[in-house]
């Protein structure tokens, strides 16, 4: 799927987002939990690069435990950056933060960033090489030792454990049983359009981006998440 395919089903899905993934809120909530004491070392006036920040999730939840943190916000899809802005607006968290319409390649030159967070947004990206280049662009944005907290769907499509993990999450999200055929369809979908691949292999593709061995933090269903740091040899 291409980029800006992509970026059409976010524009249409923007309306009613949060109120389709609010089921996923207890996963969400155990994420955030755990990020705030990852990101504990960080200075009090940290920056922070919030990439594919869609409705503002994540940010509203870093801004309100962080009164002094300053925030890049870099979303492609207009409609998600307007509810992004309206949120923080809502919040008054609005003047800490920098909002970006487009993708990293088009975000000007700043001070480095102390960290960056990038939630279930890298799994879009179906070419390894490119995907690794994606994190490479985030390194860039960050100071030598800079964090990056990120998630995505993973998981070896090939294994009897996959099996099990996606017939949770089909059944989290639709709240009833799925047919062996619905199975099938969801499965062919992430093969196709999702970069759902194998928990080390994504964490082997941060690295190749410019990052220190990532550490998995959390798993809830299909969802992992890691913690890494700007490699020092990796330039700006």
């Not at 960056?116 to 690794?132: E, G, H, K, N």
């Not at 499509?157 to 619905?182: F, H, K, Q, T």
């Not at 992430?190 to 292999?201: E, I, M, T, W």
Request: include cysteine.
């Amino acid at each position: 799927m291409r980029q800006d395919e992509i970026k059409e089903i976010f524009d249409q899905q923007a309306a009613g987002y949060d109120t389709q993934w609010a089921k996923t809120a207890p996963i969400k909530d155990c994420l955030y939990f755990l990020l705030e004491s990852l990101l504990t070392e960080l200075p009090v006036d940290a920056r922070v690069l919030c990439v594919g920040a869609g409705t503002g999730a994540e940010l509203a939840h870093l801004a309100q435990k962080n009164p002094a943190w300053r925030f890049t916000a870099v979303e492609p899809s207009g409609p998600m950056l307007d509810l992004c802005r309206q949120r923080a607006e809502k919040k008054g968290f609005a003047s800490r933060c920098h909002f970006h319409e487009g993708y990293l390649d088009s975000l000007q030159a700043t001070e480095p960033h102390d960290a960056a967070t990038c939630f279930l947004v890298s799994q879009f990206i179906l070419d390894q090489q490119a995907r690794s280049e994606f994190f490479r662009e985030i390194s860039r944005k960050l100071r030598p030792g800079g964090i990056l907290a990120s998630s995505d769907l993973a998981s070896d499509v090939e294994s009897s454990e996959y099996e099990v993990l996606l017939r949770a999450w089909m059944n989290m999200m639709a709240a009833s049983d799925i047919s062996p055929d619905g199975i099938d369809r969801m499965r062919k979908a992430y093969a196709n359009d999702v970069g759902v691949l194998p928990p080390s292999r994504i964490a082997s593709i941060i690295e190749c981006g410019g990052f220190a061995p990532p550490v998995q933090f959390f798993q809830a269903g299909l969802i992992h998440a890691w913690l890494s740091k700007r490699a020092p040899s990796n330039a700006a």
